[in-house]
């Protein structure tokens, strides 16, 4: 490695560990009592994601990126180990609204538009009416969707459905944006055009994201960190930094520094799944 080249990496590690940390996983297990046999989703994680951060989970189906959002979304308990979210329980944050959820399938009310849509967390916040309307506003245009707002979810395509979730996920602006598989039922141009407005979305606010994926392109594409996982019990086999400069366009995914990361979390991959 080069002086400069060591010199860079030693300032850009200092500058990311003076990141606040958003979440913090500490030896965190989590396992489930079944009538069979007890399924350990989770077994000694450790993972720290700063302020910021767009975090991919990847591994293939059963390796508990979906338990591992759930812990951090206080939709399970751990049964080992900590988790920290902004520096105090799961709990605390869910109460304050710390972060959006976006899950597999958009699971939008179909009797109220858009919009309504849109402003049905700020209405249980108790958000002005005015404030509501301004925010709907803002998060529909973000997204892409200004014109639709008096729609009703039937009549949108399952990709302007998923971005009016991500809108909705978007307009109480929470520091966590919480993601399982957001893009996994759609078209490949209507992924690339989403993974575009996101990434548009992560450099514009700043805000910190944790993705999960099965495609190892996608989470290259998005990701600053892509934390590979692998089953039985979900452990992490590796956390691999992208230097990927941050307004990437489609085109970096064929550039051979992205082709060299998508290499290295094939192997990983590959790694995870040597006993099998
Ligand atoms: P992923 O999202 O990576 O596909 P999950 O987190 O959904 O994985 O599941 C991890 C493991 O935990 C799997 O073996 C799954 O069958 C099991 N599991 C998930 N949820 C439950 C549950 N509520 N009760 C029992 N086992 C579960
Ligand atoms: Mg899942």
Not at 3 to 20: C, G, K, Q, W
Not at 79 to 101: C, F, H, K, M, W
Not at 205 to 229: D, N, Q, W
Request: aromatic share 6%; proline share 7%; glycine share 6%.
């Amino acid at each position: 490695m080069s002086i400069a080249h060591a010199t860079r990496t030693a300032a850009a590690t200092a500058a990311a560990e003076a990141r606040p940390p958003v979440v913090e996983a500490r030896r965190l297990t989590l396992v489930y009592q079944t009538p069979d046999a007890p399924v350990t989703a989770l077994s000694d994680i450790d993972l720290t994601i700063r302020k910021g951060d767009f975090v991919s989970l990847i591994g293939p189906s059963g390796c508990g990126k979906t338990t591992l959002m759930r812990v951090i979304a206080d939709l399970e308990r751990p049964t080992g180990g900590t988790v920290t979210v902004n520096g105090g329980t799961p709990e605390q944050a869910r109460l304050d609204r710390s972060y959006g959820y976006v899950f597999q399938a958009p699971a939008l009310y179909p009797w109220r538009s858009i919009e309504r849509n849109v402003m049905l967390p700020l209405e249980i916040m108790g958000m002005s009416k005015a404030e509501r309307q301004a925010r709907a506003k803002r998060y529909l245009d973000l997204v892409g969707l200004s014109g639709f707002a008096r729609k009703f979810p039937w009549q949108l395509s399952g990709g302007m459905q998923q971005r009016a979730s991500i809108a909705r996920a978007m307009s109480f602006e929470p520091e966590l944006l919480l993601m399982d598989e957001p893009f996994g039922a759609l078209d490949e141009i209507t992924r690339d055009k989403l993974n575009l407005h996101l990434l548009r979305l992560w450099a514009q606010t700043g805000l910190t994201v944790v993705f999960v994926t099965h495609s190892i392109p996608e989470a290259v594409f998005l990701s600053s960190r892509v934390v590979v996982m692998s089953p039985r019990p979900g452990r992490i086999v590796e956390v691999i930094d992208s230097d990927l400069p941050r307004d990437r366009d489609l085109e970096a995914r064929e550039t051979p520094a992205f082709l060299e990361i998508a290499h290295r979390v094939r192997m990983a991959l590959r790694e995870g799944h040597s006993y099998d």
